[in-house]
């Protein structure tokens, strides 16, 4: 596979904003498509379907049990690998709100997902690629009942795992009492530690607190975003 061409940051930035505008006119006709098909004519059903349920067969009318609509979702199983599909795991979301955060189907959900980690660690492994990899782990929200708000704490916390080589192991952020660490922080530490430079204005910051060791320039932004609640640094 070739590589991209390699050019100055002017020249990407105009190609980045050329794209942007072919993007945001696929988003406008995605947007116009989804709505097309959301007024798409119904078919009546007129077979006899008949289903597996937790009490025994049931017709298709009984899964509605009572209400108006039916979210029907195709979950593919691995079964040579003993877990979900990676693609299908983002279910742990909708489970949340169907049956609730912290419930049975919702704590299934999540060991799928967590299934599907480990799939990928053990590729990572079997390639002999894990020891050298930066692994990042979080989610992009939390929930509490049937939904999540931005004012609610539960909804707000999110884990945020880091693991390779380079950083601690075994250590909880949560000593540093000022640290606060939002979801937009994982592109910036991501960026930051695969030397890509990133703007002062984006939303989010390295959090170097995850290093073993910092590097002397490092030592100077650590020390600046401990006073600032680690808004910094930036590259």
């Not at 008949?50 to 009318?61: A, K, N, Q, T």
């Not at 060991?111 to 980690?117: K, L, R, S, W, Y």
């Not at 930051?192 to 100077?220: R, S, T």
């Amino acid at each position: 596979m070739s590589l991209p061409t390699i050019v100055t940051r002017d020249e990407w930035l105009a190609a980045r904003k050329q794209l942007l505008t072919r993007e945001k006119e696929l988003t406008r006709e995605r947007d116009a498509i989804n709505a097309a098909r959301r007024r798409l004519p119904m078919v009546e059903i007129t077979e006899d379907y008949r289903f597996e349920g937790p009490d025994g067969e049931v017709g298709l009318l009984d899964l509605f049990d009572g209400r108006r609509q039916l979210l029907v979702y195709h979950f593919m199983w691995l079964f040579d690998e003993g877990a979900g599909c990676p693609s299908c795991s983002f279910l742990v979301d909708n489970v949340g709100h169907l049956n609730g955060w912290g419930t049975p189907e919702q704590i299934r959900a999540v060991e799928e997902a967590d299934a599907a980690v480990g799939i990928v660690l053990r590729a990572l492994r079997e390639s002999g690629t894990l020891d050298s990899t930066l692994i990042l782990l979080t989610a992009d929200h939390g929930g509490a009942a049937r939904t999540h708000a931005p004012d609610d704490p539960r909804s707000r916390h999110i884990p945020w795992i880091a693991a390779g080589p380079g950083i601690r192991r075994n250590f909880d952020l949560t000593r540093y009492a000022e640290l606060n660490i939002n979801t937009e922080d994982t592109f910036a530490t991501a960026s930051y530690l695969l030397n890509i430079p990133i703007d002062e204005d984006i939303d989010g910051k390295a959090v170097l607190q995850v290093l073993e060791e910092l590097k002397p320039e490092e030592e100077m932004l650590f020390d600046e975003s401990e006073k600032s609640g680690g808004r910094l640094p930036f590259k």
